[in-house]
Each structure stands twice: as structure tokens, then as C-alpha cells.
């Protein structure tokens, strides 16, 4: 199964009610949708995401499922789920992928998550 048949989607959020801007803490949600758009169901079992912040600064993420999950995915069927993340920063992106595998062949696939802005403070455009 090709990874181009699992399509990402993310949404994110800046929680003012969480964050303390006064001390470089802001607070972010972010809902990923996760569609399988394939012929074959597949367990999503890991996740790699990089966090990208301030003046260059990069962490990353790594590990098993994602909010104590390994769901399966149907053909057909989508997953979402939210999580969050906190910040030094009012400005961000996040990007990485997810390791999946076909249950039915054991084929194990990794899908890329696309980079997604986290902004406390959007700017108009």
C-alpha cells in the first residue's frame, strides 16, 4: 500500500485560558484527521513530529501511537483525535510523519504529516 492513500489533515488552536504570555507559555490544541483513502485497513503504530520554534530551535517527538492509541484505520474510515503541545514561543509549525503497517500484509508504510502553523497571535493577511 502506497502512503499517498492515507491522507493528514491538522487543525490548530492557540489556548489562551491555558497560557501565560507574561512567561513565554503559551499553550496550543491541534486535531489531526487521519483518512484512509486505500483499498486495505492499517494500524497507525508510532509518530515522529518535529516542533519547530523561535530562533531556529527544533525538538522532536517520538513514540508509540498517538493519545494511548494504535487505532485501526478501514478503508473508507478516518481517525481524528486532539492533543496539545506547550511553547517558549507564540510562533511555531509542526510537521512529521506516522509509522503504519498493514495488518493484512505486515507492509509497514510511513506517512508524512504535513507542516501545520501554531500561532497565538495570527497576523492578517
Given amino acids: 500500500m502506497s502512503p499517498e492513500y492515507v491522507k493528514v489533515r491538522a487543525l490548530a488552536q492557540y489556548l489562551p485560558g491555558q497560557s501565560s504570555p507574561e512567561g513565554s507559555h503559551y499553550v496550543f490544541a491541534y486535531t489531526i ?16 513530529w518535529y516542533v519547530e520554534y523561535g530562533e531556529g530551535q527544533v525538538t522532536e517527538v517520538e513514540g508509540e501511537g498517538v493519545v494511548g492509541e494504535q487505532p485501526l484505520i478501514e478503508p473508507g474510515e478516518a481517525y481524528e483525535y486532539t492533543s496539545g503541545t506547550p511553547l517558549p514561543t507564540p510562533s511555531a509549525s509542526m510537521h512529521g510523519s506516522y509509522h503504519m503497517v498493514v495488518p493484512d500484509t505486515g507492509e509497514e508504510i510511513d506517512v508524512p504529516v504535513p507542516r501545520f502553523p501554531l500561532e497565538a497571535f495570527p497576523t492578517a493577511h
Fill in 33 to 48: 484527521r487521519i483518512h484512509n483513502a486505500g483499498h486495505q485497513p492499517v494500524r497507525l503504530l508510532a509518530r515522529h
